[in-house]
């Protein structure tokens, strides 16, 4: 009679096989969760560098958008200045502006005018808001930092800090490092420059530059054309008349235009009811002939405008 009976496998070398106590495998998932601490901690500076760095682009993408770039030549036109300040005349309140036109700016368009009131149009320029302004990446509906934030626009005296929080998102107490703010300025300097416009006349005879010599109600002035001039706010072209004196050096300075292609044209009218405006009515006895003129920020721009 045959007997079964059960009997413990054993390893070749004769020695029991044994697995974790509970005690045991406690204290190894415990080192197990101590390394992965001390390596994630040891990859946040990496982490929060890349955070840092994106960041840095995109304010630095944002300035470039909001102010234009330097003048550039593009193969089928003339040299020109582009970004939201040359279309609309103005900064924007917020980041979106960027991305969706805001409803008090006009779509970009070409303006004509008649500045020697002959009724034909001899002025033609285009504004107007022609966004979007910037690129957002693969299923990105925003603009954001580093850290996942839309950058804060803040007025400073006549420009614009582009601002992101930081890591903590807020500017509360003295911070540093990756807490800190970040900052990138644009400067009223970064986008204005002022226009210099000397007047001459031509003399009949020798065909020579002279002063010009207005009398009785005759004045001196030249219509300008540009982005707001008038005081708008809606990024249309507007007719600006600067009044020039009729003695001394027979110039005008415009201040802190803005940058971007604008048109001049020096005129010398009969100003009947001496309110300095060209009026309905009256007539220009002298004209030069339309200046367009790229101005550059940050410089004095200088226009000769010879009265013919």
Same mark, same amino acid.
């Given at each position: 009679?045959?007997?079964?009976?059960?009997?413990?496998? /054993?390893?070749?070398?004769? /020695?029991?096989?044994?697995?974790?106590?509970?005690?045991?495998?406690?204290?190894?998932? @415990?080192?197990?969760?101590? %390394?992965?601490?001390?390596?994630?901690?040891?990859?946040?500076?990496?982490?929060? #560098?890349?955070?840092?760095?994106?960041?840095?682009?995109?304010?630095?993408?944002?300035?470039?958008?909001?102010?234009?770039?330097? $003048?550039? /030549?593009?193969?089928?036109?003339?040299?020109?200045?582009?970004?939201?300040?040359?279309?609309?005349?103005?900064?924007?309140?917020?980041?979106?502006?960027?991305?969706?036109?805001? &409803?008090?700016?006009? +779509?970009?368009?070409?303006?004509?005018? +008649?500045?020697?009131?002959?009724?034909?149009?001899?002025?033609?320029?285009?504004?107007?808001?022609?966004?979007?302004?910037? #690129?957002? *990446?693969?299923?990105?509906? #925003?603009?954001?930092? *580093?850290?996942?934030?839309?950058?804060?626009?803040?007025?400073? *005296?006549? @420009?614009?800090? %582009?601002?992101?929080? @930081?890591?903590?998102?807020?500017?509360?107490?003295?911070?540093?490092?990756?807490?800190?703010?970040? &900052?990138?300025?644009?400067? $009223?300097?970064?986008?204005?420059? +002022?226009?210099?416009?000397?007047?001459?006349?031509?003399?009949?005879?020798?065909?020579? /530059?002279? !002063?010009?010599?207005?009398? *009785?109600?005759? #004045?001196?002035?030249?219509?300008?054309?540009? &982005?707001?001039?008038?005081?708008?706010?809606?990024?249309? =072209?507007?007719?600006?008349?600067?009044?020039?004196?009729?003695?001394?050096?027979?110039?005008?300075?415009?201040?802190?235009?803005?940058?971007?292609?604008?048109?001049?044209?020096?005129?010398?009218?009969? !100003?009947?009811?001496?309110?300095?405006?060209?009026?309905? @009515?009256?007539?220009? =006895?002298?004209?030069?002939?339309?200046?367009?003129?790229?101005?550059?920020?940050?410089?004095?721009?200088?226009?000769?405008?010879? %009265?013919?």
């Amino acid at each position: 009679m045959s007997h079964s009976c059960c009997v413990k496998a /054993r390893p070749a070398n004769g /020695r029991s096989l044994r697995g974790l106590t509970l005690l045991e495998l406690v204290v190894v998932l @415990g080192i197990l969760a101590m %390394l992965s601490t001390v390596a994630v901690r040891s990859l946040e500076p990496i982490a929060d #560098q890349a955070r840092f760095e994106a960041t840095q682009r995109v304010l630095n993408d944002l300035r470039v958008a909001i102010r234009g770039e330097a $003048a550039r /030549r593009f193969a089928t036109g003339p040299v020109v200045i582009q970004g939201f300040t040359a279309d609309t005349g103005q900064l924007p309140s917020d980041a979106d502006d960027l991305l969706t036109r805001p &409803v008090s700016l006009i +779509d970009h368009t070409i303006q004509n005018f +008649d500045s020697d009131r002959d009724t034909v149009n001899d002025v033609t320029l285009s504004s107007g808001w022609q966004g979007p302004y910037l #690129q957002l *990446g693969a299923g990105q509906s #925003q603009i954001v930092d *580093g850290w996942g934030r839309e950058p804060l626009l803040s007025v400073n *005296g006549g @420009g614009l800090d %582009l601002l992101s929080t @930081g890591s903590d998102g807020d500017s509360i107490g003295n911070e540093s490092g990756y807490l800190a703010n970040v &900052v990138v300025p644009i400067i $009223a300097r970064d986008f204005r420059g +002022d226009v210099v416009c000397r007047l001459f006349e031509i003399d009949a005879l020798s065909g020579l /530059r002279i !002063d010009p010599s207005p009398t *009785g109600t005759e #004045q001196l002035g030249v219509l300008f054309y540009g &982005v707001n001039a008038a005081g708008g706010t809606s990024g249309a =072209v507007e007719e600006q008349l600067l009044i020039v004196p009729a003695s001394g050096s027979f110039d005008v300075r415009r201040s802190s235009t803005l940058h971007g292609t604008v048109a001049m044209r020096a005129i010398l009218w009969n !100003d009947t009811d001496s309110d300095d405006a060209l009026d309905g @009515g009256e007539t220009i =006895v002298m004209k030069s002939y339309v200046h367009y003129w790229l101005v550059h920020p940050a410089v004095d721009n200088r226009v000769e405008m010879e %009265l013919r």
